[in-house]
């Protein structure tokens, strides 16, 4: 019989990575990423890219290599939906040559933060487009009242496109497409660059296919809307989306999030890199669960390799929960 998976995926604090925009980044984050996410970036005579969030960053780094300067808006760890831009963005954007965002309506900052910069000549890449954008894939569970809900509503479909390999690789042609039509005399390196990538993804995308093929019908639960696409390209189900009110979290809640979970059977818990863990572990013992760890890779190294390695950690920790 194929055991229930639980994706927790909740903090104290709001939105898609569920930490703290107050809170230090991450030890896995590099020092030059804190640096590059305040500061623009030296005149080296380069392209200047700037990038939303950490998945947009990887993703294009490992598309221009050292042909242009690329630089981070949102700290990794950040929350990205309840992010405020900072002056120093205004002027990234306002002396950059690119803005690459993620699209599908995440980056809620972005269009006051690009009229506040005033930079005509800034070309802007969608990486989502030509991607077909999923909603709601099961029931919701509220588990608080809706008053102290702080529901991130995805008008334009769920952004987190980047969780699957084969929509990552449209995501980094879309990159390569806009750097080329932005910055033609490195039209050759940025090709070369894709290509390899996406030749890793291919591979990566594989590896999922073969692993988790063993386990089908894998069902999971989630208490953040991070992996439908996840699910829908390995057929693992998603049954519902357990909502837990983000602030001043009542016993009560945690009653009705525990009800919730026995509710669907649910044999595994997981939470995210960096989330505070005194709830999930209080959740995890009330239900008698062993609490594990699922990347949305918003937080984490910002080497484009990093993506490869947290989603293979993935892997893993899917094919031991599903089996």
């Not at 623009?40 to 392209?47: D, I, L």
């Not at 800034?122 to 894939?137: D, F, K, M, R």
């Not at 980094?172 to 290509?195: C, F, M, Q, T």
């Amino acid at each position: 019989m194929t055991p229930v998976i639980a994706l927790l995926m909740l903090s104290l604090s709001a939105g898609c990575t569920e930490s703290n925009t107050n809170q230090a980044t991450t030890p896995e984050q590099s020092p030059p990423a804190q640096e590059t996410a305040s500061t623009p970036s030296p005149q080296s005579g380069k392209t200047k890219v700037v990038t939303t969030f950490l998945p947009m960053y990887m993703f294009t780094k490992a598309v221009t290599g050292n042909a242009a300067d690329v630089e981070i808006l949102v700290p990794p760890g950040t929350e990205v939906h309840e992010y405020q831009s900072t002056p120093n963005n205004v002027k990234a954007i306002a002396t950059a040559n690119v803005l690459v965002k993620n699209g599908l309506g995440l980056e809620e900052f972005l269009d006051n933060t690009i009229k506040n910069a005033q930079n005509p000549k800034l070309s802007v890449i969608n990486a989502s487009t030509g991607i077909q954008p999923l909603n709601e894939i099961s029931p919701v569970e509220k588990t608080g009242k809706k008053e102290q809900e702080h529901d991130h509503e995805h008008a334009e479909g769920n952004p987190h496109v980047w969780l699957d390999p084969v929509l990552a690789k449209q995501q980094v042609a879309n990159i390569r497409d806009g750097l080329i039509a932005a910055d033609p005399a490195n039209k050759v390196s940025y090709e070369a660059n894709a290509a390899a990538y996406i030749k890793q993804l291919d591979s990566l995308n594989s590896e999922f296919q073969q692993t988790l093929q063993k386990n089908p019908n894998c069902t999971f639960i989630t208490f953040h809307d991070a992996f439908p696409y996840l699910a829908k390209r390995y057929n693992l189900k998603q049954v519902a989306v357990v909502e837990i009110p983000e602030d001043q979290l009542a016993p009560a809640d945690v009653k009705n999030a525990v009800n919730a979970v026995k509710k669907y059977k649910v044999k595994a818990l997981f939470s995210e890199p960096g989330v505070d863990n005194k709830l999930l572990s209080s959740l995890s013992k009330d239900l008698n669960l062993t609490l594990r760890s699922l990347d949305s890779l918003e937080t984490g190294n910002t080497d484009p390799q990093h993506y490869f390695k947290a989603m293979r950690d993935n892997l893993q920790t899917l094919e031991t929960a599903c089996k």
